[in-house]
Structure formats: structure tokens, C-alpha cells
């Protein structure tokens, strides 16, 4: 308890503090509401809601009124910006009393602590105050020559020797007039380097000039050939983008690479004196070249603040600033293909036959249920060295027609191409099974097959044909199934292993929660993995409602939630809108009509007429009505408006209608490529740089960011995302370095430098891609998918359609990252 006078019960430093708060907490608010342009009053009301433990979908979606209809997107960028100031005010407070207790603090002090708007400042205003071991200035300033360097630097006439002599004194380890002046220059080069004005102004000045530049490192020429195109490499930091950024510390951190950071490109033939840096430090204290005694020992005392403390500083500060900058990149790219993938065309409620291929091994067989509960399992060897052809081909008949079956999904990794055949031959042999066959991502499937979930899920049965389970199911509904794996396993970033954990974990996390809540999950056949994603719904209470729901059987409505152990009033008010309940007592529990807004409905019935039933989907009757009719107290225009959307079509799914591709006959290997064939492919990743197309090849093929269309593309995914099926002509193929080079752009003669005519350059390709190589999931002999590093091939999968229509492909599997698989699939990890 603070001791004082008290006021009311409170001590006047306690309301200090209280007001201090509240003054922080507006200026945050009121500093995003500026940066989102919306106002303060729709800050505050999100800000209260989040931190009462609101999700982001929950507010965007059913909270409308109380924050303005402030969207998902702005939700999440608000979010991010609120813990970011938090984190600036914690550490100012910090700051602040660390001054404090040094007795240091005075109002102007305080008020540049105050004025401070991001961590880099904050840390600039703070260093001449902080903490550290005993410095060569600290040593001289106990020994008292800090009155020598302040008499130099004011008084530039005074001999620096002569004024030295005075302070020569052996006892306080002063020996002789050279030792009180390295001490002098010692204050000096400390305090110039910590300045924060002074500082901050040479950091955006090296930023807007300076340059990163690398060189290979001296033997290292063969060991990392991937990285040649940066052995003499120099790039302005303004016009560097982050994959090649990234590329290049990834050649750093891996030895082969020297990276300097030049704070300004000078020209030809530039006169050797002071860089125009010293200059400005010069000038900020100044210091001037008159011919006085103490000038030239000054401008020695700048140079050698500038080379020795300063320049070492800025490179440290501009290192962490190009990195986040790249990381923030990347986490972006990562997390939109993450979105692209999970929200993928399902095939629906269809018995489906999922073929994890192998030639040794066999193909593993499964098949799973409308609701992907599996019916049986087996194992066939239709591929060398077994050649057990025809008796696979029967298998798979048999157990299609005992099960239902109208799906074959086909994983995409080794042997898929001939396990893909083999599906072609068992529809061509048996037509009556009226069989549809596509192919399927395995992302991430090895993560899942040997996790503790998959286990508890399939108890017993072996690893591999786990493996075929989810791949069946992913055709089903890709979301579905991919929650169950950690979102960075499914790897369909770029340098995804160099990046900041904390950082793409959440950023992945709100992506995938953010797809569930859009999408809506059925209460009664989803995974625990599943509705630990939904709104409002942990992983105890997720398998609550399992375990309840295997005990009582399903959910007849969603007031039957409330018999869940420990699903209480508020994480029901999360939940409850995004979980759906078909075929249950109230229509409505299948919509994403909340419950709490049922009495709109009520209202509306009250106008039309009739029940529910009648109303859900009658389009005729619902926009003859207008919706500010039924607004109250509560419930808004926007909340109405929404009403009436999904009423005229409830529980609609915002994801593609499934469709397929169809790879061509006789194109199954590399060699079997030719210039200038125009091909059917699948987006199987998309970088900063390009995208990569799978053909079927077993190789992905390259198509650079140049190559995309003839208009400029400043980002990829402007022109395809994950899952597309485009048509692509081949460029070039190096089937020594099991390279493809592709193009959107049909009309781009074969074998034309189509991708090195962009402003990234074509020598710049190589080396993006094979920069980011990285381990990822392979087979090792014995049939299971290994760890990261482990081999094997992998291959992107289109999916086939007997109408022979576009649609969503699938996404590359990785393990360690389906970017750094597609790398190697290239030829190129």
C-alpha cells in the first residue's frame, strides 16, 4: 500500500496511477482508431469485447451493432495492433521506473519517454539509461574526464594535450595525457551513439539508402551451389523483397554466405573522405573542420564513434527491422495459402475410397461413410515388384461395391500416377460402379497418422492406413480433416522453419478459426480437433461434447448444449450461432441464425404467416420484406439484414462447389514433357515469387511471377491461389536438374525466357527456390512416412472429373513444408 494522504480510501499515488491508465488505455484506442479510420467509440466497444473473451468471428459476425459492423479483417488487425501498444505501454512503464530509481527522472525526460510510439524509439530514448556492464565512457567518467570531452567538444580552440595534462592522475588510473584523452573520446563516442534523435535519423537515413550485399564465402563455392545467385549479389534494402531477403539469410545462417549491410551505395571513383554519416554526426554536435587544435582530434573522435559503435548499431537495428519485415511477409503468404487450402472445394456426404499409394509396400486401401466413419480396410500390390494388377483391380470393385462407394480419393505421393491408373482401369473395367476418382493432397498426413488423436480416433489400426483413412476424408471435406493437424505441419508457406513461432502460430491459428467459424461445423458428427476451433469452445469442453454426445447420442437442439459438463451461459453465446444441428426439432439450429435472435424470426413468422419450415428458403417471401421493419433495441439493421440473408438460405457453405481437373494421358514423367505443350495443372503453392504448378509429373513446374500474365502482378496471388486448376504451357525442361519452367501466358513461344523478363529478373530464380529447401515428409522403405528430411517423393494431385470441368485441386504435401517439398519435387531442395 502506497503511504500517503488519502483520498476517499485511495492514496494520491493510487489515483495517479488510475489516471495514468486511463489516459493509456484512450490514447491506444484512440491511436487504432486513426490507423483503421473508424471511430473511437467502435475501438472501445471491440476492445471491451475481446478482452471479456469474445472471438474475433463471434464480434464480426453477432456483434455488428455494438461495434459498427467492424469486419473480420479489421477485427484482426485490430487485435494484433492492441497487444502490440500494450506490450509499448508495459515496457514505457518499465522504463519509467527504472529512470525513476536511478533518480534520473525529470519532466522532460519523461516527456520523451512519454512521446515515444514504437518499441524502436522507446529503446532509443531509454539506452544512455540502461543498465549495462561498466563501459569505457563509465570508467572515465570516474575517473572524471568527463569535464575534458565536454571542454573539447564546446571549446574546439583548446589543445587537447594541454588540457589533458591536467587531468593526468595515476591513483585514479590516469597515467599519462594519451590515456585522459582515449578516456575523453571514450564519454564522447558513448554519447553520440546514444543519442536518440540523432540515431533515429541515421537509421531511416542508411534504410532509404543502404544496401545488402553478399559474397560467397571462401570454399563454399560447390556446397552451396543453391545459393549462386547470390556469390556477388547487391540490392538496395527498399526495393529487396522478402523471399529473397529470406533466401539470403538463409545462405547466411547456413555458412556459404557473407551478408554486409552498405549504409549507401556510393558512386564510381568516389573521393575517399568522410561518409556523408560522420558528416551528420559531425553537424548534430557541432563539430567542424576550422583549423582549431581540437578539430581534427573531434573528426577522429566522429569517425571512430561511426566505425566502431554507431554503423555496428544501425546494422543491428536494420538486420531486425528487414527480417520482420520479411517474416511479416511470409507469415502473410503462409497464412492466405493456409486459408486458400482449408477452404477448398468439398465433395460432400459421399462414400469414398481412400488409396494411399506405395509400389513396395502396396497401396493402402480405406473406406469411410457418408460422415467418414470407416466401413474397412485392406491392402493391395498392383505395382512392382508385386505386379498384382488385376487381382487389385477386383479388390477394389469388390469393396466399392459392398460399402457404396462414388469417390476415389488418391494420395498424392509416391506412386500416384500409376495408383492413378489403376483407379482409371477399375472404372473403365466396372462402369456399373458409376466411380468418380480424384486426386488428394497428403499435407501433413504423416503428422496425423502418428499422432495421439489419430490414435485414440483409429485405435489399432496400423500407421499407413491411417493414412488412407484421412485421405478419403479430406476429399470429403478438406477443413474437416486438416484441423486435426497443426496448422505450420501442413506447410504451404515459404521459409516457414526460419520464422518466428509465436508469430505464425497465431497468425495460422486465426486463420484456421476464422475458416471453421465462416464455414460452420455440424455438432453432431464433428472431431473434438474440429470443435476445439469453434468460437467459445475449448479443448476440455470439445471432447465434453463427444463424450456426450456418444453417451446420449445426437443433439436434437442447441438448448441441448447446455447439458454439456461445463458448458456454460458464456461459452454457449460464443458457440452456439456456428454450430449446426440437421434434422434436429427447431429448423433454425441448422442455420447460423443465433439463438439468441430467434425471436426476430418469431417476429418475421408473426408478418408472413405460417411456421419455421415454411419460411427457411422461400426466397419470394423474404425479400418482399424490408428489414428495418423488425429492428429493435437489441437487434440492429445489420443483425436483421443477416437474418433474412441466411433465412432465404440457411447454413450455406461459402466454399467452391467441388469440381475436378484431369492431368494428360501419357504425361507421367519428366522426360515425357516437350516445349511448348500446353498442360492441365494444379496450384500447388504460391510464394512471393511465383506458383507452383504440379502436372503430374512428379516434379512441380515454376511458374516465376514474370510468366503470370502480361500485364505487371505484384503479387502472385492476384492471379491464382492453391487449388486452382490453370492450364500452363511447358517453357523449358532440365531434366538434369529436374527443373520446369511454366506460363500462364499461352501465347509465350516454348522455350522463351517468359519468367526472366520480369523486373525480379530470371537469375534470381534458382536461387528463390532452392534457398528454401527444408526438410519434408518422405517414405523410407519400410512403407511409412518418415520425419522431416526423410525423403521419398511427393507429388501435387489435380482430381479428375468424368465431366471434365475445372476445379479445386488439392495441396502438396511437406511434412516440413509443402513450399520447401514443391522445391525439391522441382529438382531444386
Known amino acids: 500500500m502506497h503511504r500517503g494522504l488519502h483520498n476517499r480510501g485511495r492514496t494520491v499515488p493510487d489515483l495517479v496511477i488510475r489516471r495514468r491508465i486511463s489516459i493509456v488505455t484512450t490514447s491506444i484506442h484512440q491511436r487504432i482508431a486513426e490507423e483503421l479510420g473508424v471511430a473511437g467509440r467502435q475501438v472501445d466497444a471491440a476492445v471491451g469485447l475481446l478482452d ?15 461495434t459498427g459492423t467492424l469486419d473480420d479483417t479489421q477485427l484482426r488487425t485490430l487485435e494484433e495492433r492492441l497487444r502490440y501498444l500494450r506490450e509499448l505501454e508495459e515496457r514505457r512503464s518499465a522504463v519509467l521506473e527504472s529512470v525513476r530509481e536511478q533518480g534520473k527522472l525529470d519532466d522532460a525526460l519523461e516527456a520523451r519517454i512519454m512521446a515515444a510510439d514504437t ?13 549495462k556492464r561498466r563501459t569505457k565512457a563509465q570508467i572515465a567518467r570516474e575517473a572524471g574526464l568527463e569535464p575534458l570531452a565536454d571542454l573539447l567538444l564546446t571549446e574546439p580552440g583548446t589543445v587537447p594535450e594541454t588540457a589533458a595534462a591536467g587531468y593526468v592522475d595515476a591513483e585514479k588510473g590516469v597515467a599519462d595525457t594519451k590515456a585522459a584523452l582515449d578516456g575523453a573520446r571514450a564519454v564522447l563516442v558513448e554519447r553520440f551513439t546514444e543519442d536518440p534523435d540523432l540515431i533515429g535519423e541515421l537509421r531511416e537515413r542508411m534504410w532509404a539508402r543502404g544496401r545488402v550485399v553478399s559474397a560467397v564465402r571462401d570454399g563454399k563455392e560447390q556446397e552451396g551451389a543453391k545459393f549462386a545467385d ?49 558528416e551528420r554526426i559531425a553537424e548534430h554536435f557541432g563539430i567542424a573542420d576550422q583549423g582549431r587544435p581540437a578539430d581534427r582530434w573531434l573528426a577522429e573522435t566522429v569517425r ?79 505395382h512392382q515388384p508385386q505386379n498384382r494388377w488385376d487381382q487389385a483391380v477386383e479388390t477394389l470393385a469388390k469393396t466399392a461395391r459392398a460399402h457404396g462407394v462414388e469417390l476415389i480419393a488418391i494420395g498424392n505421393g509416391t506412386a500416384s500416377r500409376e495408383t492413378d491408373k489403376l483407379a482409371a482401369d477399375l472404372i473403365a473395367r466396372h462402369p456399373d460402379l458409376n466411380l468418380t476418382k480424384a486426386m488428394v493432397s497428403e499435407a501433413g498426413a504423416s503428422v496425423y497418422s502418428a499422432s495421439a488423436f489419430a490414435s ?105 448444449l447446455g447439458d454439456v459438463a461445463r458448458l456454460g451461459p458464456k461459452a454457449f453465446e460464443q458457440c452456439a450461432g456456428f454450430l449446426r444441428i440437421r434434422g434436429g426439432d427447431d429448423p433454425l439450429d441448422a442455420s447460423s441464425v443465433h439463438p ?24 419470394a417471401s423474404l425479400r418482399g420484406l424490408k428489414a428495418k421493419e423488425f429492428v429493435d433495441e437489441k437487434f440492429g439493421l445489420p443483425t436483421v439484414t443477416d437474418i433474412l440473408k441466411e433465412l432465404e438460405k440457411p447454413g450455406r457453405d461459402p466454399r467452391p462447389a467441388f469440381t475436378t481437373a484431369v492431368f494428360k494421358e501419357g504425361v507421367d514423367k519428366l522426360g515425357d514433357l516437350e516445349r511448348g505443350m500446353v498442360l492441365e495443372g494444379v496450384v500447388t503453392n504460391v510464394a512471393a515469387f511465383g506458383a507452383f504448378v504440379d502436372v503430374g509429373v512428379h516434379q512441380d513446374g515454376l511458374v516465376h511471377i514474370s510468366a503470370m500474365s502480361k500485364n505487371f502482378v505484384s503479387d502472385p496471388r492476384e492471379i491464382v491461389k492453391p487449388g486452382d486448376v490453370v492450364r500452363v504451357k511447358v517453357l523449358e525442361v532440365d531434366i538434369r536438374r529436374k527443373r520446369i519452367s511454366l506460363t500462364l501466358r499461352l501465347d509465350d513461344e516454348a522455350g522463351e525466357k517468359g519468367s526472366e523478363k520480369g523486373s525480379e529478373g530470371g537469375t534470381q530464380r534458382g ?63
Not at 489400426?461 to 471435406?477: F, K
Not at 513461432?501 to 475458416?515: I, T
Request: include cysteine.
Open 52 to 66: 471479456d473473451g469474445a472471438t474475433v468471428p463471434f464480434i464480426a459476425r453477432y456483434r455488428k451493432e455494438v
Open 119 to 131: 518499441k524502436a524509439r522507446l529503446e532509443d530514448v531509454y539506452l544512455p539509461y540502461k543498465p
Open 230 to 278: 547470390y556469390f556477388d549479389f547487391a540490392e538496395p534494402f527498399a526495393k529487396l523483397p522478402s523471399h529473397r531477403l529470406l533466401a539470403l539469410f538463409r545462405g547466411e545462417k547456413e555458412e556459404v554466405l557473407s551478408l554486409t549491410l552498405e549504409p549507401e551505395e556510393l558512386p564510381e571513383n568516389a573521393p575517399v573522405g568522410p561518409s556523408g554519416f560522420e
Open 304 to 382: 571512430w564513434a561511426w566505425r566502431t559503435r554507431v554503423l555496428v548499431r544501425l546494422d543491428i537495428d536494420l538486420r531486425m527491422r528487414l527480417w520482420q519485415a520479411a517474416e511479416e511477409e511470409a507469415v502473410n503468404v503462409f497464412a492466405a495459402n493456409l486459408r486458400d487450402l482449408l477452404l477448398a472445394a468439398p465433395a460432400g456426404t459421399r462414400a469414398t475410397m481412400g488409396l494411399d499409394p506405395g509400389f513396395r509396400t502396396g497401396v493402402k486401401v480405406a473406406v469411410v461413410d457418408t460422415t467418414g466413419k470407416v466401413l474397412g480396410t485392406e491392402t493391395v500390390y498392383p
Open 456 to 560: 485414440q480416433e483409429l485405435p489399432g489400426m496400423d500407421v499407413s492406413l491411417r493414412g488412407a483413412v484421412s485421405i478419403a476424408r479430406r476429399l470429403q471435406d478438406p477443413l474437416a480433416e486438416l484441423v486435426k493437424i497443426d496448422p505450420k505441419s501442413i506447410g504451404v508457406g515459404q521459409y516457414q522453419h526460419d520464422l518466428s513461432e509465436v508469430k505464425l502460430s497465431r497468425s495460422l491459428d486465426a486463420v484456421v478459426e476464422d475458416c471453421v467459424n465462416g464455414v460452420g461445423v455440424d455438432v453432431n458428427t464433428a472431431s473434438a480437433p474440429l470443435l476445439t476451433r469453434v468460437s467459445g469452445i475449448s479443448a476440455t469442453l470439445a471432447e465434453n461434447i463427444v463424450a456426450h454426445r456418444d453417451a446420449h447420442g445426437s443433439f436434437r437442439t442447441r438448448t441441448g
Open 596 to 619: 439468441e435472435a430467434y425471436p426476430v424470426v418469431r417476429r418475421i413468422l408473426g408478418t408472413t404467416g405460417g411456421d419455421v419450415a415454411g419460411l427457411i428458403g422461400n426466397g
Open 767 to 829: 536461387s528463390e527456390r532452392d534457398a528454401d529447401g527444408g526438410g519434408r515428409q518422405g517414405r523410407p522403405k519400410g512403407g511409412r512416412r518418415g520425419g522431416e528430411g526423410s525423403g521419398g517423393d511427393r507429388k501435387g494431385g489435380g482430381r479428375e472429373r468424368k465431366d471434365g470441368r475445372r476445379g479445386g485441386g488439392q495441396q502438396a504435401d511437406s511434412g516440413g513444408g509443402a513450399l520447401a517439398d514443391a522445391l525439391r519435387r522441382a529438382g531444386l531442395g
